[in-house]
């Protein structure tokens, strides 16, 4: 199996070097950034008379936005900078073409608009049935206010981008009060990971126009959001100019002779295009194949849906009356001794007439990737 789980090593690394090596390029004019900075400036003044005389610009420049999907760096109606104020500084950002102010808040405002937003979440939640049972601990709920792109009468394009996080809009006072104020406020953009929910939530129900219409009552973006029980597990991301759903389901692959592979049955993706809203359904289920060799048995799926599966037997199966070796195929000579190619396993009684293959260097339950086969022992 070397060679299986080296190359899959060389395309992870593949990857990385290709998309990390970017031309890196402006995709605008100069004169047209400092133009935007002018305006910018001149602006941000004149709000500054009105809402904090005294205030004084520090600094102000064009926003350049750099989208990770071609590495460019583009243009927008935004300028940035820093204000000085009693001796205190904070940075703002301006839209140009709408006057609409914005200021970075403090780790404390953060923390608190953070905590905020998520006990919102939750509830919007609770509300459509997800209620959970546990939370992975560690994680890191995000959310932040979502400045569009192209507001007002802009023509910005930044491709594959479609909010900035610059902050709280200036006249927001109270959080609380902000962030249930769903009707009148920007959308805020949430990432929320591992929900557990109880056996009983049926994940299949949450589609993606499920999920959008929640989006649409809150005011918010769900731009990551993992749920699972033991049976499925739903995720919402977003991905370039697509938004969408992928539930999995788990169980029995397949079932003969008393033995069971286990894994992903089944995999339905929702995918919603963000430009044209053109909608598409992609439905993938498991076609296992589970046969006798004269040596053992050999396993192949679509390892498209499952990455591994495992095998469990019950009392009275024929394959319990032997230990094996795990092999790949590309491996695998009749020739050759299994014992130095392969992964020695053994049969873990689970105590309840149920038996798993599992590793016997760490007890481990056995991984199998796709066309594998096992070698009886000798």
Not at 58 to 87: F, P, Q, R, S, V
Not at 149 to 167: K, L, T
């Amino acid at each position: 199996m070397m060679i299986k789980r080296t190359a899959l090593i060389i395309a992870a690394i593949s990857v990385a070097f290709l998309f990390g090596c970017y031309p890196n390029k402006p995709m605008y004019e100069q004169e047209n950034a400092d133009r935007i900075a002018a305006k910018g400036r001149d602006m941000m003044e004149t709000w500054l008379e009105k809402n904090e005389p005294g205030a004084a610009i520090e600094d102000c420049t064009a926003y350049i936005a750099w989208t990770n999907y071609d590495g460019n760096n583009y243009l927008t109606d935004y300028a940035t900078g820093k204000i000085k104020h009693n001796g205190e500084s904070k940075a703002f950002t301006i839209n140009t073409v709408t006057g609409k102010v914005y200021f970075e808040p403090d780790d404390k405002t953060k923390k608190e608009f953070n905590k905020i937003a998520e006990v919102y979440f939750d509830k919007a939640l609770e509300d459509i049935g997800i209620i959970p049972e546990s939370t992975e601990s560690g994680y890191a709920f995000e959310s932040y206010v979502m400045a569009p792109v192209d507001d007002g009468d802009s023509i910005s394009v930044v491709p594959y981008v479609y909010s900035f996080d610059f902050g709280l809009p200036a006249d927001v006072e109270d959080l609380e009060a902000f962030i249930y104020n769903s009707d009148v406020r920007l959308p805020i953009f949430v990432k929320k990971s591992g929900i557990t929910v109880s056996d009983d939530t049926d994940l299949s129900t949450y589609d993606l126009e499920t999920l959008e219409e929640l989006e649409k009552e809150y005011g918010v973006h769900i731009g990551a959001l993992t749920m699972e029980n033991s049976k499925q597990s739903l995720q919402k991301n977003d991905s370039r100019d697509e938004t969408g759903t992928s539930l999995w389901e788990y169980g029995v692959l397949l079932e003969t002779d008393g033995c069971e592979l286990l894994g992903r049955v089944r995999e339905h993706k929702e995918i919603r295009n963000r430009n044209t809203n053109e909608f598409k359904v992609q439905d993938v289920a498991a076609e296992p194949i589970f046969g006798k060799t004269n040596s053992g048995y050999s396993i192949s799926f679509n390892d498209d849906l499952n990455e591994y599966i495992t095998l469990r037997a019950y009392e009275g199966a024929e394959m319990l009356e032997y230990d094996y070796y795990l092999v790949d195929e590309y491996d695998f000579s009749s020739d050759n001794d299994t014992s130095e190619d392969g992964i020695g396993t053994y049969w873990r009684d689970t105590g309840d007439g149920c038996y798993v293959l599992s590793c016997r260097s760490d007890n481990s339950t056995l991984r199998i990737y796709n066309n594998d086969v096992l070698v009886r022992k000798k």
